[in-house]
């Protein structure tokens, strides 16, 4: 019976870590005549020349193999299936888990007292890592004068804001973020004058 093409089973997302050999997405479809199958990432078709992508297909089932895992494979993958009575998609997401990295370092800081103190970071990782403050090797926590924040539109952006600084207020501050990957950290100095 000739018919649009569907998917009997189709691609969920993936998860992976940085360094793994590779990735895969299966799909099963159905529909006579037999549908083209074309793959996307980011809705850019994946040309079979980059040997970081392999396809195979084997009766119904269809599959995409993603070589030499890195964090820039981070993507939503698609495979369109197309013929004469129409067409149908369906999509994932290949989640790539990596280690923390600081992508903008705390800088040293020279303030008056009764000035604020804003130390910016900026971190990647995936998953989201958990980000700890520390004063001279203490961990500090928010209250009425320190702000712990994260931008909710920069998702990377990490601040730490201290209103009418004291004296006792210098020192060095760290930053420290860490998930299953790994952990990353770095340092200011803050001199308050």
């Not at 019976?1 to 099963?28: H, L, N, W, Y």
């Amino acid at each position: 019976v000739k018919c649009q093409p569907r998917f009997k089973k189709e691609m969920g997302d993936v998860i992976t870590k940085v360094g793994a050999p590779s990735a895969e997405f299966a799909v099963e479809v159905a529909g006579y005549p037999r549908p083209k199958v074309q793959w996307y990432i980011n809705n850019t078709e994946i040309n079979e020349s980059k040997k970081e992508f392999v396809t195979s297909s084997e009766g119904d089932i269809h599959k995409l193999i993603i070589n030499e895992i890195k964090e820039e494979r981070s993507a939503n993958y698609s495979c369109k299936l197309t013929n004469e009575y129409g067409s149908s998609s369906c999509s994932g997401k290949l989640i790539v888990y990596c280690k923390p990295k600081i992508t903008k370092k705390l800088v040293d800081q020279k303030l008056k007292e009764g000035e604020t103190l804003k130390l910016a970071v900026q971190i990647t990782g995936t998953p989201d890592p958990q980000i700890k403050w520390f004063k001279d090797g203490q961990e500090v926590s928010a209250d009425a004068r320190i702000k712990i924040t994260r931008d909710s539109q920069r998702k990377e952006s990490y601040d730490l804001t201290l209103n009418l600084l004291k004296g006792s207020d210098g020192g060095t501050y760290e930053v420290r973020a860490e998930n299953e990957m790994g952990s990353v950290n770095c340092k200011s100095k803050v001199i308050v004058l």
